[in-house]
């Protein structure tokens, strides 16, 4: 005797409930990347940023030496 239809397991519902199983893990998936990226970019904007102001800090620094240099060049002309 075969078993009742509602005790068969239906391929349908079980390929259905594997896709379905899977999206949840591609949506994880997704969820996390963009998240990661999201932190990546904010990060990339740090840096950038921290990278504009060491080279504007770079170049005051640079005028300063050659300003110095300018200034003993005169005292050495002078003296």
Same mark, same amino acid.
Request: glycine letters at 4%; aromatic letters at 0%; a neutral charge.
């Given at each position: 005797m075969s078993?009742?239809? *509602?005790?068969?397991p239906?391929? &349908?519902?079980?390929?259905l =409930?594997?896709?379905?199983?899977q999206?949840?893990?591609l949506?994880? &998936?997704?969820?996390?990347?963009? !998240?990661?990226?999201? *932190?990546?970019?904010? *990060?990339?904007?740090q840096?950038a940023? !921290?990278?504009?102001g060491?080279? =504007?800090?770079?170049?005051q620094?640079? *005028?300063? &030496?050659? =300003?110095?240099?300018q200034?003993l060049k005169a005292l !050495?002309?002078?003296?």
């Amino acid at each position: 005797m075969s078993a009742p239809e *509602s005790v068969k397991p239906d391929p &349908v519902k079980q390929e259905l =409930a594997a896709i379905g199983e899977q999206l949840d893990r591609l949506l994880e &998936v997704v969820r996390r990347l963009t !998240e990661e990226n999201r *932190s990546l970019r904010h *990060s990339q904007e740090q840096l950038a940023n !921290e990278r504009a102001g060491l080279m =504007a800090r770079n170049e005051q620094a640079r *005028s300063r &030496v050659e =300003a110095m240099i300018q200034r003993l060049k005169a005292l !050495e002309n002078n003296g």
